[in-house]
């Protein structure tokens, strides 16, 4: 069993700023990829960023110089560090990995999700 488990949504201002994480727990032999996606009311999931076991990462153009990817492989969590936010940045965020319990087989997991609200 893989459980991921989201934490730091909130309601914000405008320009302000949130950091959210998420914990894989359960069989995880290891973890090549994990990101973070969001669902706003009547639109598809979207993918925000992503980082790589080797710390490679990878942002949507509407988040790029605002939000920030990182992981502690150690602890198996990934951080998201969203800077300047905007009403349109208001979504539920998941929390994604592409991980192993068992090589080499690979599966995605999704997290929960987070809801981000931010206020004009």
């Known amino acids: 069993q893989v459980q991921l488990v989201e934490s730091g949504g909130t309601l914000v201002q405008t320009g302000g700023s949130l950091r959210l994480s998420c914990a894989a727990s359960?069989?995880?032999?290891?973890?090549?990829?994990m990101g973070w996606y969001r669902q706003a009311p009547g639109k598809q999931r979207e993918l925000v960023a992503s980082?790589?076991?080797?710390?490679?990462?990878n942002y949507a153009d509407s988040v790029k110089g605002r939000f920030t990817i990182s992981r502690d492989n150690a602890k198996n969590t990934v951080y998201l560090q969203m800077n300047s936010l905007k009403p349109e940045d208001t979504a539920v965020y998941y929390c994604n990995a592409v991980l192993s319990s068992r090589p080499p087989y690979e599966y995605a997991y999704w997290g929960q999700g987070t809801q981000v609200t931010v206020s004009s």
């Open positions: 980082i790589t076991s080797g710390g490679s990462t």
């Open positions: 359960g069989s995880i032999f290891s973890i090549s990829a």
